[in-house]
């Protein structure tokens, strides 16, 4: 519609220049002097402005009608006085309450760390840590370095450890383990192994007895980097040569025994036992593996039953590595290293991994198929029938008596097999038509990736065993 018309249309609806909307005027009303006023600076050759449109009840209840939203809200400024030092001006963000002692600063930083809403920027928590130079104290300084870690921001968190240094703040355990880390993490592998042995002038003593051990906290930071690198490397098409990453091999540990001292005995990580036994196992420092492991298996509590299933896990490293012989006598030495670590904890009990990892010390011996055979019989009295015969280890035994010559044997194991493939194909059919399949527990995973349990795998080299009994059938009618 031209302005003229519009003009023509609403001659009446005018306000007197200058004069407030009365309380009778009407939101339509509104809307078309707003508009009427739009239309005219734009047809008298005025500088084009934005037009916003108000809602009635947003215009009249506004502090400011000529405004759409509220006034920004800021800080009052600090009371006039005699100047004094900087760090009494320091106050936390609105949010936050005021820092008065160590233990609140370092909450303060926790709640920034974990809030909701936007993340907080790592430069923003230092600063505010820079503001309070006297609340400072070690456990905000590791805060801040792990982040700075976790970020990959590794000259930060060494300017921080540098700090805490000048400022003449004492670390701890964990200041220890967070100074290997960026060591490790930026590839000075020297200089991570000379303060792990100098273990830094520490203010609670934490090592007293031995003196040529480490805690196990300690230890295991030398293993990070054996599933993670500090950078991505796979983007160079030009390498110029090994990078420090790659100049310490990964079985170059520190020298000595990890030690556990009384809080990780008390409340260890069983994965922390796992790892570090495995790692020296493969250094070829048994004797420091098996001390480890005994000693996590024989005082601690075993609380949970994931505990319990790491035990077993543990134990199977040493029936897998710890033999150093070939034939039978690597078979009696592993059963015997098994036993041993059975006896540490009544609840720790063997695995059907734990048996098939032990008859794989058989594959070289003359009578394996035999030996097999009266194993599973004995791991089955003791154990019980459903725990030990699984399908991977008939699979095996099943195996060697094929190699040894037992058909008899094979041919139970072989019948076995295939009963149990019927009452479980019966079962998940019964399952399927009443619906009363059991629920598990859903585990969340990327839509990306694809998950396979092996099965088909196993059914595979099950095939292969049944196969190659049916070929030697077939060759030796007689039998």
Known sequence: MHAGRMHAFVPRLRATPGSPPGPDTSPLLLLALLLLRAIDITFSGQRRQTLTIVRPHEYFDALDPGRSTDAPIYDPAPPFGTPVAADALAHPPPTLPPSVSKSGLYRNLVHMLSAQGPPVDLRTMIDYHNMLPRLRSVQSFNLLIGLAIKHYSLGI???LLHTMQADSIPGNLETLQLTIRVLVRAGW???????AATKLQLSDVYLSTNDHGLPALVWAEFLAVLHR?????????????????????????????????????????????????????????????????????????????KHVAWASRIIDLFVLYEPSTKGLHRFHQAHTAMLSFLSCHPVIRPSSMTLFHLLGHLRNVKMCGTLAAYTLQNFENKWGRTAMSTSRVRRRVAAF????????????????ERRTEKVRARWRMQCRVIGHMPKRPRRRTRPSVRRNNGSGRKRYRWHKVVARFKRLVENCPSH
């Open 189 to 195: 592998w020297e200089r991570a192994l000379d303060v």
């Open 229 to 305: 690198r500090p950078f991505r490397t796979r983007l160079r098409r030009h390498s110029l040569g090994p990078s420090r990453t790659d100049v310490m091999p990964a079985l170059s540990l520190p020298q000595g025994f990890p030690l556990l001292t009384p809080p990780e005995i008390s409340k260890p990580h069983p994965r922390l036992i796992y790892t570090l036994s495995k790692a020296l196992l493969l250094s070829n420092r048994k004797h420091f593996a098996r001390e480890l492991a005994a000693t996590y298996l024989r005082d601690s509590q075993l609380p949970r039953a």
């Open 401 to 416: 008596c094929l190699k040894e010559g037992r058909w008899d044997i094979a041919n139970r194991l072989l019948q076995n």
């Open 157 to 159: 968190a060494q300017s």
